[in-house]
């Protein structure tokens, strides 16, 4: 019992090492580690093979499992930006576009779940830019 026990602690310490290397390149790996937003920013829309572009690729190319399995980094990745702090404006309604970006970042996650391209391409274009940045960038 204990063994067992031991061991899927180690299995989630992995989990977690693999998910803190994936996720990047600043900070430690404590469990409520942060990244900053324009690092979120970069590795989802600016960078070379950020995100976006790389999901969507893997989707169009029928590549699911591959397409997944970034969905789901990204959404982990995206998670961690209501952990800062906005550059200006309210509080709450930081909050709010946090939580719509993990809303449509997790969209995604389904949407290479289900193997639907075009949902994919739908709900990555459901980002909201242009609200969040003039508010709180
Ligand atoms: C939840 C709010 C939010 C949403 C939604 C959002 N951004 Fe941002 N973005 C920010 C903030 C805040 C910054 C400023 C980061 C900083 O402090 O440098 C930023 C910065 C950026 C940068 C500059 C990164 C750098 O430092 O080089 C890019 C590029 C960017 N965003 C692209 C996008 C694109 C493209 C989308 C939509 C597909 C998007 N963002 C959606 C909040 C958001």
């Not at 996650?109 to 193997?115: L, M, N, Q, S």
């Not at 639907?116 to 739908?122: G, H, L, R």
Request: net charge positive; glycine share 8%; aromatic share 6%.
């Amino acid at each position: 019992m204990v063994r067992k026990a031991l061991k899927v602690t180690f299995a989630g310490a992995i989990g977690l090492l693999a998910l803190v290397v994936a996720v990047g390149s600043t900070g430690t790996a404590a469990e409520d580690k942060t990244v900053d937003t324009s690092t979120i920013m970069k590795k989802s829309f600016k960078d070379k093979n950020n995100y976006s572009a790389a999901v969507k690729a893997a989707a169009k190319d029928g590549k699911w499992e591959d397409a997944t399995k970034l969905a789901k980094e990204w959404a982990a990745l995206g998670a961690a930006l209501g952990k800062n702090k906005p550059n200006k404006g309210e509080a709450k309604g930081w909050e709010e576009q946090c939580a719509k970006f993990v809303d449509t970042t997790k969209a995604i996650v389904k949407a290479c779940e289900d193997k639907d391209a075009k949902a994919v391409n739908k709900s990555a274009g459901a980002f909201n830019c242009a609200g969040c940045h003039k508010a709180h960038r």
